[in-house]
């Protein structure tokens, strides 16, 4: 293959793409650059991204698509580089079906017609289904709102979605928004135990993330809540004390957030995040 010829997994996805997505993102007026595509409003920015696995070979590999979103009408930058990576709001297509999971579609061998077909035929159903409808969806903030909040795919709203909340001046969709936050560092899958450092981090961030947020809504950690950050907190003091990297990396720029936390619950931890940072 010489230097000027595309390598036909470079060449099978680009046939794929150019079939399906590029006539209805031209309807939409979408521009091009490269393997994004992007569509701006005076309220919206929206983008699609096709992206390829970067362990693909010359003739075998894969690829997924990513759909981003930001709302300049909400206060939210525009973002000044093309593609979904670069939005405030990201999803991967295959989040968006009913039996949410990350969607590849792959090619064994992408000279092979038939392959190439099916894929085509898998993208086309999917594209039409879940991928073109949420990306003329979520043109309008109050309809992502909406999705993030009821959609089972969204999984449970995050500091993103409280902060659209108050970009779009609703009480309402921000109590829904730090309720399910809540609701979901109150689960299992927060495990926060000395012994697992790593949950027990990530769950005081979270709990420290939320903090300025409650305040603006004029609400604050209590009960069960109030309870479980303060141990989160503690034992992440306990897990940089003992020198665990993880935190040098993950807690340094958040540490303002955690010492803030730190004294609505009464718990020092500026020692340890001063010699986390050294």
Not at 37 to 45: R, V
Not at 171 to 200: C, E, K, M, W
Request: net charge negative.
């Amino acid at each position: 293959m010489s230097k000027s010829e595309k390598a036909p997994i470079t060449d099978a996805v680009e046939q794929v793409v150019r079939s399906v997505l590029v006539p209805t993102l031209k309807e939409r007026g979408f521009r091009k650059q490269r393997h994004h595509w992007w569509g701006d409003t005076d309220a919206t920015h929206r983008a699609v991204t096709v992206q390829s696995s970067q362990y693909n070979s010359v003739a075998n590999g894969r690829f997924t698509i990513e759909i981003g979103v930001s709302y300049p009408c909400v206060g939210e930058d525009r973002p000044n580089k093309p593609g979904a990576l670069y939005c405030r709001h990201r999803e991967r297509i295959g989040f968006l079906l009913q039996d949410s999971h990350d969607l590849w579609w792959s090619y064994e061998d992408a000279r092979d017609p038939v392959e190439r077909l099916k894929n085509e035929d898998s993208l086309r159903e999917v594209w039409s289904t879940a991928g073109l409808p949420f990306l003329d969806r979520v043109e309008d903030p109050t309809e992502y709102m909406e999705y993030l909040l009821r959609e089972p795919a969204a999984g449970p709203p995050g500091i993103e979605a409280i902060e659209l909340a108050q970009g779009l001046g609703s009480q309402a969709y921000l109590d829904r928004a730090i309720d399910g936050y809540l609701t979901d560092l109150r689960s299992d899958h927060h495990v926060h135990t000395y012994q697992n450092p790593f949950s027990v981090g990530d769950l005081a961030v979270y709990y420290a993330e939320l903090l300025p947020h409650l305040h603006a809504a004029g609400r604050s950690l209590t009960g069960d809540d109030l309870e479980r950050a303060h141990e989160a907190v503690t034992e992440t003091v306990k897990a940089l004390e003992a020198g665990h990297q993880h935190y040098r990396y993950r807690h340094h720029n958040r540490a303002g957030l955690l010492n803030e936390l730190g004294d609505l619950l009464g718990i020092e931890t500026r020692p340890a995040l001063l010699t986390a940072s050294d």
